[in-house]
């Protein structure tokens, strides 16, 4: 009988997490009914979003989450042994499935690439960043991009692509090491918005111009200092904010409405399970062929070991991570 590890939700976030918000579970799986699959967690994703979904969880119930994981029996001869699955299984090291939910590894995934990309710049992350940019923001060539977080998962591959579509790119990071990785990755501009004397000054400095779009990842106070610097028909793509997620208190107040109004500017947030069929399949092909030409670098940040799931998690949400934060079962 194969024991299936699993990390629940103990207790309900408040503020920031920590250990005693998680705990671990061993459960006995029952043997395979015809039409199912045992699957066995090969690297799990840890992403902000969790912080916010979290809420809607009981007290008890398991983690959410995607993995990649692998078919160890099947009687499912859709998923024979062997198959490469992505599915949103939750923090679990052990599961049964009938094949609802499981998406198999593209057939002409390239050999070279890494299984994990296909939890970061290959998946979800790289996905927000595409559609974010290319479809909310309706980037075009020759403006001018802002990225929040841009070390990050999605922020990262959202430079990169900015780039490619010949755009100029700044990018904000909260530490030294971070601002260096994102100038390696050819942003034009990077600053460490937490050593800056004044944000709206490294803002002006950075492009005097304004901004034509800004991809926002962090929300609150830094937000609104940037929705003063958009350009006239400016867009904003709201994918999240990380800076607010484990507030106590009352939201900070918004952008004023008349800069919005008078600027005539488009904010809309997204999920990026919005996109699916042809455009979803167009751009997992145009991240896969940009990251084999080597045209968009990635780096993970990968923590060994199932256990170290609410640590990679909490760590993730402290900004210790470069680029995707990935769990190796």
């Given at each position: 009988m194969v024991q299936a590890k699993s990390w629940t939700l103990k207790k309900h976030f408040e503020g920031f997490p920590t250990d005693g918000n998680f705990e671990l579970k061993t459960t006995e799986l029952p043997p395979l009914c015809d039409g199912e699959v045992l699957l066995e967690a090969l690297f799990l994703s840890v992403d902000p979003y969790m912080r916010v979904a979290a809420k809607k969880l009981k007290e008890g119930d398991r983690m959410m989450g995607e993995q990649v994981a692998r078919v160890v029996e099947s009687k499912n001869s859709a998923f024979p042994t062997g198959t490469i699955v992505m599915a949103l299984l939750g923090w679990t090291s052990h599961s049964i499935s009938d094949g609802n939910g499981l998406r198999k590894l593209p057939a002409e995934w390239p050999e070279k690439l890494p299984l994990s990309l296909a939890l970061g710049t290959v998946g979800m992350p790289g996905l927000t960043a595409y559609f974010g940019l290319l479809d909310i923001c309706g980037l075009k060539d020759?403006?001018?991009?802002?990225?929040?977080?841009?070390?990050?998962?999605?922020?990262?591959?959202?430079?990169?692509?900015?780039?490619?579509?010949?755009?100029?790119?700044?990018?904000?990071?909260?530490?030294?090491?971070?601002?260096?990785?994102?100038?390696?990755?050819?942003?034009?501009?990077?600053?460490?918005?937490?050593?800056v004397k004044s944000l709206e000054e490294a803002l002006k400095t950075?492009?005097?111009?304004?901004?034509?779009?800004?991809?926002?990842?962090?929300?609150?106070?830094?937000?609104?200092?940037?929705?003063?610097?958009?350009?006239?028909?400016?867009?904003?793509?709201?994918?999240?904010?990380?800076?607010?997620?484990?507030?106590?208190?009352?939201?900070?107040?918004?952008?004023?409405?008349?800069?919005?109004?008078?600027?005539?500017?488009?904010?809309?947030?997204?999920?990026?399970?919005?996109?699916?069929g042809e455009a979803r399949q167009k751009a997992m092909t145009d991240l896969m062929n940009w990251v084999s030409e080597g045209k968009i670098q990635y780096h993970e940040h990968i923590t060994e070991g199932f256990e170290k799931m609410p640590a990679a998690f909490m760590g993730m949400l402290k900004g210790e991570n470069l680029g995707k934060t990935i769990v190796k079962a």
């Open positions: 020759g403006e001018t991009v802002l990225v929040s977080a841009a070390a990050g998962a999605v922020g990262s591959v959202v430079g990169q692509i900015a780039k490619l579509k010949g755009c100029k790119v700044v990018g904000t990071a909260g530490s030294d090491e971070k601002v260096a990785y994102l100038k390696k990755l050819g942003f034009d501009v990077a600053f460490n918005y937490k050593t950075a492009s005097p111009d304004g901004y034509d779009c800004y991809f926002d990842n962090v929300g609150g106070e830094f937000s609104n200092a940037v929705i003063l610097q958009m350009k006239t028909f400016g867009r904003i793509a709201i994918c999240g904010a990380i800076s607010q997620y484990n507030r106590t208190g009352p939201c900070p107040q918004g952008p004023p409405p008349e800069v919005v109004i008078y600027q005539q500017l488009r904010m809309e947030g997204f999920i990026v399970t919005r996109w699916q």
